[in-house]
C-alpha cells in the first residue's frame, strides 16, 4: 500500500517561478524511479507562494531508497536552491476550518 503526504515548499525570494519548475518535475523522476504512484498529483499555493504537493509513494521503501538514489539527492539540491522545506502547520491556511488554495497546474 502507497504512502500519501502532502509536501511544502517556500520559496526563497525571487524564486517562485524556479520552484514551480522544479515541482513539475518532481514525481516524474520519482516515477521513473519507480517510487511514486500514478495517483494524480494535486499542487496548490498559499497565498504568501508556498507550495504544496500531494502525491503518493508507493512503499516505505521507496521513501527509504530515495534517501540513497543520487538522482533524486540531485534533484533535492535542485529544491533546497530555490526552497525552504516547511511543516503543513506553518502554511497559515492550515489554520482555518476549510483551508483555501489556489490551483497549480502541473
Known amino acids: 500500500m502507497g504512502i500519501i503526504v502532502i509536501s511544502v515548499y ?3 525570494p525571487g524564486k ?3 520552484l514551480l519548475e522544479v515541482v513539475k518535475t ?3 523522476i520519482l516515477r521513473e524511479l519507480g ?3 500514478e495517483r494524480e498529483v494535486t499542487a496548490m499555493k498559499a497565498k504568501d507562494g508556498t507550495i504544496l504537493e500531494v502525491f ?3 512503499s516505505a521503501k521507496a521513501i527509504e531508497d530515495a534517501h540513497k538514489h ?3 539527492h540531485k534533484m533535492w539540491g535542485e529544491f533546497e536552491a530555490c526552497c525552504q522545506y516547511i511543516k503543513l ?3 497559515p491556511e492550515s489554520s482555518s476550518l476549510f483551508a483555501e488554495f ?3 497546474e502541473l
Do not use: C
Open 35 to 37: 517510487m511514486a504512484s
Open 70 to 72: 543520487p538522482r533524486v
Open 26 to 28: 518532481h514525481v516524474p
Open 89 to 91: 502547520v506553518d502554511v
Open 10 to 12: 517556500k520559496p526563497k
Open 102 to 104: 489556489e490551483p497549480v
Open 16 to 18: 517562485d517561478a524556479e
Open 56 to 58: 503518493e509513494w508507493v
